[in-house]
Structures are given as C-alpha cells and as structure tokens.
C-alpha cells in the first residue's frame, strides 16, 4: 500500500512514521529503475501515489520538531 492519508500518519508513532518513510523510499527507487528500464504507464500513478505519500510523512515529522 504506497496511499498514505493524513489521518493515518497522524496515528503513527515516530518510530514507525521513520520505518514507513524508508519502506517509502525503497518502493520508490524501485518504480524509478522500473521507469527507466521502460516500464507500463500504469506505474506511473503509484510513483505519483508513493512520492506524495512521502511528502505527507515529512511535513508531519518536521512540524512535530518544531
């Protein structure tokens, strides 16, 4: 599941939001090698899904150190 909704990273511990953040990050290197090598057009929603999924994950860990 690379959909992250805001109402469930805010139930997360910080521990868990920085594993899921690197689960995140894996899944996303390996749909960028799955592009480059000349993947399907279906991919390119869970890149968008994925890369917008760790942008909520890190404005909420960095509104928590402020």
């Known amino acids: 599941m690379t959909y992250l909704k805001a109402r469930d990273i805010d139930n997360m511990s910080d521990e ?8 995140l990050r894996e899944e996303l290197l390996q749909l960028r090698a799955q592009q480059a090598l ?4 279906s991919n390119i929603g869970d890149y968008k899904a994925t890369r ?7 404005t909420k ?3 928590n150190k402020e």
């Not at 868990?16 to 689960?23: F, P």
């Not at 000349?38 to 057009?41: D, I």
């Open 16 to 23: 868990v939001r920085e594993a899921r953040l690197l689960e």
């Open 38 to 41: 000349g993947g399907s057009a």
């Open 52 to 58: 917008r999924s760790i942008a909520r994950l890190l």
């Open 61 to 63: 860990m960095n509104e």
